[in-house]
């Protein structure tokens, strides 16, 4: 069974940086495209970020130029840097495979904005 970990969030001022990560295990990331997605209060989920089994990357328009996903094959491990942060992107985060069919949900990571 695959098992998805996310991990990195926390308070930031505007403008400020986090980096978040997804351990994995069951699946290989040098193998599988994954994605970052996102959950504001209220809101939809959405996908913010993803990266191809051969590592190209696609980013949402809110965050292009801001964000960054990469991964380390030898830790199964997918990140997300955050740079320049908003109040806008205060939300939970997740990792998951960038269409269905999904793998089980981890519990996300909260990242949260202030002025």
């Known amino acids: 069974q695959v098992q998805l970990v996310e991990s990195g969030g926390g308070l930031v001022q505007a403008g400020g940086s986090l980096r978040l990560s997804c351990a994995a295990s069951?699946?290989?990331?040098?193998?599988?495209?994954m994605g970052w997605y996102r959950q504001a209060p209220g809101k939809q989920r959405e996908l913010v970020a993803r990266?191809?089994?051969?590592?190209?990357?696609y980013y949402a328009d809110s965050v292009k130029g801001r964000f960054t996903i990469s991964r380390d094959t030898a830790k199964n491990t997918v990140y997300l840097q955050m740079n320049s942060l908003k109040l806008e992107d205060t939300a939970v985060y997740y990792c998951?495979?960038?269409?269905?069919?999904?793998?089980?949900w981890g519990q996300g990571t909260q990242v949260t904005v202030s002025p």
């Open positions: 998951n495979r960038p269409a269905q069919p999904y793998y089980y």
């Open positions: 069951g699946i290989s990331f040098s193998i599988n495209p």
């Open positions: 990266i191809t089994s051969g590592g190209n990357t």
